[in-house]
């Protein structure tokens, strides 16, 4: 008799995980968009994500009245433990912020667009401060209003659109048309050096320490097409000379695209993007390239429409 009471108990157990997995997975597209969008990599998005389903699975799911929000809220708070753990530049204290420049319609205050804050955010995204970037991209590209952004961040709702002018303002700050150009020119030369197998033009275009990342789906992918001409790739390579190995003779059926604003580089095959090639560069060298083809980095990406993905935040 108790052995079937506690076997049924486990079933019942069994059951509300597989259900509470199941409302997880429905949300966790947008969770990974959000913290790729605050962390600046797919692989620490994926480590965020997955913090926040252990914690998920540690709380008591029956009392969680909202799951969206609640998600949101652990999300972004993993992504600030995690820039926090990351960088060592101290954090300006809510109550010394500026006050916010000029009244309601100033520039610091109007929401960028969304090509113009994927661009920014790929330039600067290192001098922000964690509760600057996440008040920011909840705001302008998620479109929750201060009232909701207050609480994720432990602020209040003056002290929220504080820190989003804030990081508005120093983006605003970068030149998107000369950054755009500059990656453009980069990007054409990177994939023009590629195909022609000119090896020491690609030598002359990567950072001597670059680093190459391929997600699974991706080496997969490429291991599967080497004989039509698909890179080599690893999980992880480092260094111009393997790099620059990798893609020498390569990259025929890639082209330059415009994700949101933010140049990169695709596999399109059949109208459908299988791989993007995300590629960093600073002063005209190639420092990190990243390779996506999971679904879920992918979606995760900027979009092409200029929409937001929240639509427009109401700031009552």
Not at 133 to 143: E, S, T, Y
Request: aromatic share 4%.
């Amino acid at each position: 008799m108790v052995e079937n009471v506690e076997k049924q108990d486990r079933n019942e157990q069994g059951s509300e995980l597989e259900a509470l997995a199941q409302s997880f997975l429905a949300h966790r597209p947008r969770l990974h968009a959000i913290a790729q969008r605050a962390l600046g990599s797919p692989w620490s998005a994926d480590d965020a994500v997955q913090e926040t389903w252990i914690r998920l699975q540690r709380a008591d799911a029956a009392a969680i009245e909202d799951l969206q929000p609640w998600l949101t809220t652990v999300v972004s708070r993993v992504c600030i433990d995690l820039i926090r753990r990351s960088e060592r530049r101290p954090e300006v204290p809510a109550e010394e912020l500026p006050p916010e420049p000029g009244g309601p319609g100033d520039l610091a205050e109007d929401v960028l667009r969304t090509e113009e804050l994927a661009l920014a955010m790929h330039v600067v995204l290192d001098s922000l401060g964690p509760l600057e970037r996440l008040a920011v991209i909840l705001h302008d590209v998620f479109a929750l209003p201060y009232s909701q952004i207050a609480p994720i961040l432990d602020r209040t709702p003056t002290a929220a659109r504080q820190l989003a002018s804030r990081a508005r303002a120093r983006l605003s700050e970068v030149d998107a048309a000369a950054v755009r150009q500059q990656q453009e020119g980069v990007i054409e030369a990177f994939l023009a050096a590629a195909r022609e197998g000119d090896f020491g033009g690609l030598l002359q275009l990567l950072d001597p320490e670059i680093e190459l990342r391929s997600d699974a789906a991706a080496v997969e992918a490429a291991a599967a097409a080497l004989a039509d001409g698909a890179p080599p790739l690893a999980p992880m390579m480092e260094g111009s000379d393997a790099v620059a190995r990798v893609f020498s003779g390569r990259m025929h059926d890639v082209a330059r695209i415009d994700l949101g604003g933010l140049p990169a580089a695709a596999y399109i095959r059949e109208r459908e993007m299988q791989a993007v090639y995300l590629i960093h560069s600073r002063r005209g060298l190639i420092t990190r390239i990243e390779v996506l083809a999971d679904p879920e980095h992918l979606a995760a990406l900027p979009r092409g429409d200029g929409q937001r993905p929240g639509g427009r935040a109401q700031d009552a």
